[in-house]
């Protein structure tokens, strides 16, 4: 799709919880049409609780485009799922429209913001264009990351070798490389379309590509289970943006890839049940809480690999 082209909106107006839940069932679409991109966001400040699932579509969306924006609410809303409408929007640059609707945040020391924004010279500044990539830092748990990250620094965590699983645009394997800048970074996900979406964020910024330290590598890989990964660990730092579900069935595979003593950075679970299920997965795999941040209603948190984990057992 070009950049002045028709484009097509698909709307559909939902609670906070139900969009956000959305969003994440989006996440667990292998098959997804990746010419239909989605975000969520409230309608306004003073209204929190009010959500808006959009959908843009180079072409008029038919029957399929509709079924498939509808199928993220299955399950996740009593009411099932809301009306979606859809309007043709007139040719405009709306990609260039979307960067700008995208504010920079500040995160810990880290400035995230798009091309169309300007650097902040006082932080550490990354241009990270909005993309078919989950991590672009406006998502609360990818900020939450980026503190987190800046706050195990400041306590005098080293980190060596780094994993980011489930990089997406690569932000917060960059992010441990400019903390800790002779680290060795693995970035991995489980879609292909984060290949490309990584090479251009790594030029963009000057992070240097390779597999040495100071360096960032791209695997395309499920979960831990691929002999790269396995290589090139076991690691002092890892990084799981993920989701609650494969975050309790990778808990062992962790165990497994994270040195005694080293770092777990976990966030994509929602505080309450998901963040109970994933802290007893953790435990049970030989973790212990180091810290926890709460963003809107996502928790993140750090734990750390008991070096006795073998002995208690």
Not at 286 to 296: D, H, V, Y
Request: aromatic content about 6%; glycine content about 8%; proline content about 7%.
């Amino acid at each position: 799709m070009t950049s002045a082209e028709t484009t097509w909106k698909l709307t559909a107006h939902a609670p906070k919880r139900t969009v956000q839940a959305a969003l994440l069932a989006h996440d667990l679409v292998d098959d997804w049409d990746h010419e239909l991109v989605i975000a969520g966001h409230e309608v306004a400040e003073d209204k929190p609780d009010d959500w808006v699932l959009e959908g843009w579509f180079p072409r008029k969306p038919g029957k399929a485009e509709k079924a498939a924006l509808a199928g993220l609410f299955e399950g996740v809303s009593e009411a099932g799922a809301p009306k979606i409408t859809v309007e043709e929007l007139p040719p405009q640059d709306w990609v260039t429209l979307s960067q700008h609707n995208v504010e920079p945040i500040s995160a810990g020391r880290f400035h995230i913001h798009t091309p169309e924004h300007p650097a902040d010279p006082d932080a550490i500044d990354f241009i990270i264009p909005a993309s078919q990539a989950f991590g672009t830092g406006q998502h609360r748990t990818t900020a939450g990351c980026l503190e987190m990250l800046d706050a195990m620094k400041a306590s005098g965590v080293i980190a060596r070798n780094v994993a980011d699983i489930g990089t997406g645009t690569g932000l917060l394997g960059f992010a441990a490389l400019a903390l800790w800048p002779r680290a060795k970074v693995t970035l991995t996900d489980i879609d292909p379309v984060c290949v490309p979406v990584v090479e251009e964020n790594a030029a963009t910024n000057a992070v240097p590509m390779g597999p040495r330290a100071g360096e960032t590598v791209m695997i395309v890989a499920e979960g831990m289970d691929d002999p790269l990964i396995q290589v090139r660990g076991p690691y002092d730092l890892l990084i799981a943006n993920i989701l609650a579900g494969p975050l309790v069935e990778l808990a062992p595979a962790f165990a497994k890839a994270v040195t005694p003593g080293g770092s777990l950075l976990l966030a994509g679970l929602l505080a309450g049940d998901q963040e109970a299920a994933v802290r007893r997965a953790m435990l049970r795999a030989g973790f212990r809480m180091a810290a926890r941040l709460q963003r809107g209603d996502w928790a993140i948190l750090w734990l750390r690999r008991r070096r006795d984990w073998a002995r208690l057992r």
